[in-house]
């Protein structure tokens, strides 16, 4: 049965006003990278029309309040001045926090891949009581056993049992899925993950750049990408060409070359030029020489 995220329909819930000083910021919030253009849009509609939609904050011990959800909106009013805030305040945990977090981000699509991935790492740990790489570890071990035709230990297959049933309630991913698409995507360069995380490039993109392993053409067809927006057939026709150019041995580039050269001298009239045929007599005398020395 799938995990049933919100919360205790019992918990206190309010809407009120607070300052703006009393609302701090989570230690964990799935977003971490806010596009600035969309941002600017948003604190154009506020200092127009006011923020439409409350935040959602909960009550913290020491008597201020914690941002669940509207993070965008609350930095928004700093930015232009806004000293108090309308909120709606409800009681959660740490757990139920995140969860109503995510889904918040989920349900507005409005996660990048990187943002999704590691939230949902942080909910399943936060949820488990393990660390991420300890979900990450479960969920390679069951794939492991899988293909093995072993039982996992009682533990392992519970905590995995648990995992699926978070992944199921958020309605993305099945436990298999998660680890195949989304867990290698925290191994991606780091320039992809950057360009990732800002939005600048989609997910398939990216993860196809990734292949490239020379470190300096990756770098290139990544800025390649990104300056023309090039297709992901267009992308993949730029990898077939570099791994082409890999195949081909550096001798045999320059026998080619060299030999294209002869082939071209022989039909030019740069022969009737005097001060072209000087140059090229003295190019070829030099190359003469090298080859000499080389054979010698």
């Known amino acids: 049965m799938a995990q049933k995220f919100i919360t205790d329909p019992k918990s206190v819930e309010s809407s009120q006003t607070l300052s703006i000083q009393q609302i701090q910021?989570?230690?964990?919030?799935?977003?971490?990278?806010?596009d600035q253009e969309k941002q600017a849009q948003l604190i154009k509609s506020i200092e127009e029309h006011g923020i439409l939609e409350p935040l959602l904050v909960r009550p913290l011990a020491n008597g201020n309040y914690e941002l669940v959800a509207g993070e965008r909106r609350y930095r928004a009013a700093q930015s232009i001045g806004l000293s108090e805030l309308p909120v709606v305040s409800k009681e959660l945990d740490d757990q139920q926090a995140l969860q109503v977090a995510l889904l918040e981000n989920l349900q507005r699509e409005d996660l990048n891949p990187v943002e999704e991935t590691e939230a949902i790492l942080d909910l399943l740990s936060l949820t488990l009581k393990i660390s991420t790489d300890e979900v990450s570890s479960i969920l390679n071990r069951a794939n492991h056993a899988k293909n093995r035709h072993q039982q996992l230990e009682e533990n392992v297959f519970l905590q995995l049992q648990a995992l699926e049933s978070i992944l199921s309630g958020l309605g993305k991913f099945s436990a298999e899925s998660f680890r195949t698409s989304r867990l290698p995507l925290l191994n991606l360069p780091a320039e992809i993950l950057k360009a990732l995380r800002e939005g600048k490039i989609e997910f398939t993109k990216a993860r196809a750049i990734a292949q490239v392993k020379n470190e300096d053409q990756r770098q290139a067809l990544l800025k390649?990408?990104?300056?023309?927006?090039?297709?992901?057939?267009?992308?993949?026709?730029?990898?077939?060409?570099?791994?082409?150019?890999?195949?081909?041995?550096?001798?045999?580039?320059y026998v080619?070359?060299?030999?294209?050269?002869?082939?071209?001298?022989?039909?030019?009239?740069?022969?009737?030029?005097?001060?072209?045929?000087?140059?090229l007599d003295k190019l070829l005398s030099q190359l003469e020489e090298l080859v000499g020395k080389v054979d010698e």
Request: hydrophobic share 30%; proline share 6%; net charge positive.
């Open 25 to 34: 910021l989570p230690a964990k919030q799935p977003r971490r990278y806010f």
């Open 224 to 253: 390649l990408a990104l300056s023309k927006n090039l297709s992901f057939r267009e992308i993949k026709q730029k990898i077939k060409e570099l791994n082409v150019r890999e195949e081909i041995p550096p001798s045999t580039s």
């Open 256 to 279: 080619q070359r060299y030999s294209q050269i002869g082939k071209q001298l022989k039909k030019t009239s740069v022969w009737n030029d005097a001060s072209k045929r000087a140059k």
